[in-house]
């Protein structure tokens, strides 16, 4: 069953226009005290209902995203003060180490950064430092949530029609086992994206080494 926290958005995100919806999408990398990802899989959610078409929904939460990156990305191009001091304060320790390997491969942490849960605010942020030019960072960016986008709403999406059918009695069984699936491969894609990246890095250490 859904939390009572869980419950609370589902009611507040049902009440919301497209607009709404393109608001909420805009701002969920950063200002929203939830994860993306939950966002997402509710706005999903809402689509199986009778209030929000599914069709219309798709693009509109793309371009939220899409948009909310650009954004980032002209911020931190510009230098932005409060975009500098968000990452220093958040990643700064943890990142740093590894610039110049960022640096060396930053088309491939645009791209696979907006997968990764708390770190996709580092695609825009050093895309926009290493000045990459603004048509690569779109296509990058626009490539990873063709991808990402439909994987989340689709999930709420199905889970939805999971819940309605188990109310009307359908096999829990059968609900359950391809739950269990479908949570499956999307911790299989997390991982198989993490690993790339871990390789990608260890390749280029060794190479340094030589």
């Not at 990398?29 to 009778?50: D, K, M, S, T």
């Not at 929000?52 to 948009?67: A, I, S």
């Not at 430092?129 to 690569?136: D, H, L, S």
């Not at 199905?158 to 479908?182: A, E, L, P, T």
Request: some cysteine; overall charge positive.
């Amino acid at each position: 069953m859904l939390g009572p926290t869980t419950q609370d958005l589902i009611t507040e995100f049902g009440g919301l226009s497209y607009i709404g919806i393109w608001f909420i999408s805009f701002i969920s990398n950063v200002f929203i005290p939830v994860p993306e990802e939950v966002v997402l899989l509710i706005l999903g959610y809402l689509a199986g209902g009778p209030k929000v078409n599914g069709t219309l929904l798709f693009p509109v939460v793309l371009l939220g995203l899409l948009t909310s990156d650009l954004v980032m990305y002209f911020f931190a191009k510009r230098g932005n003060k409060l975009v500098s001091i968000f990452y220093d304060k958040v990643f700064a320790k943890r990142v740093e180490s590894k610039r110049k390997w960022i640096d060396k491969h930053i088309n491939k942490v645009v791209f696979f950064s907006r997968f990764l849960i708390q770190l996709r605010f580092l695609g825009p942020f050093f895309a926009g430092q290493t000045k990459m030019t603004f048509r690569k960072f779109f296509f990058l960016d626009l490539g990873a949530l063709l991808v990402y986008t439909p994987i989340y709403l689709l999930i709420g999406f199905y889970f939805r029609n999971r819940s309605d059918f188990r109310s009307n009695g359908v096999s829990k069984v059968k609900n359950i086992f391809i739950c269990i699936i479908v949570s499956s491969a999307l911790i299989g894609l997390i991982r198989y994206i993490r690993n790339v990246m871990l390789k990608i890095r260890t390749e280029e250490d060794i190479s340094i080494g030589e």
